[in-house]
């Protein structure tokens, strides 16, 4: 049963923009936070930015700072990644996470994952 849907994602030039989003039911919505992790190859997953699917809270990684912006619809039970000026170094597995506040604890999902490529 796949809990967080994710689409967008592919491959852009330095410079370009992609859009990713992460669509998902209420009662795993209604679990406090939303957000998106990545991984490249050889190395460690890493935050990319999560939204408070209540209020106001937005948090972003440092490298994506000024670049990236998360939002969400709420009605639709989805949140959006919006990546501009892409950089090669942001190649990575994207996923989409949904939890209560701990990413590492049980009542956390993790989508399949979109890759974005960033490449000339």
């Known amino acids: 049963q796949v809990q967080l849907v994710e689409s967008g994602g592919g491959s852009v030039q330095p410079g370009g923009s992609l859009r990713l989003s992460c669509a998902t039911s209420?009662?795993?919505?209604?679990?406090?936070?939303m957000g998106w992790y990545r991984q490249a190859p050889g190395k460690q997953r890493e935050l990319v930015a999560t939204?408070?699917?209540?209020?106001?809270?937005?948090r972003y990684g440092d490298p994506v700072k000024g670049r990236f912006s998360i939002y969400r619809d709420s009605a639709e039970y989805t949140v959006y990644l919006q990546m501009e000026n892409l950089k090669v170094e942001d190649t990575a597995v994207y996923y989409c996470?949904?939890?209560?506040?701990?990413?590492?604890?049980?009542?956390?999902?993790w989508g399949q994952g979109a890759q974005v490529t960033v490449s000339p």
């Open positions: 996470v949904a939890n209560d506040g701990d990413p590492t604890g049980p009542k956390s999902y």
């Open positions: 939204i408070a699917t209540r209020g106001t809270g937005r």
């Open positions: 209420p009662s795993i919505f209604g679990l406090g936070y």
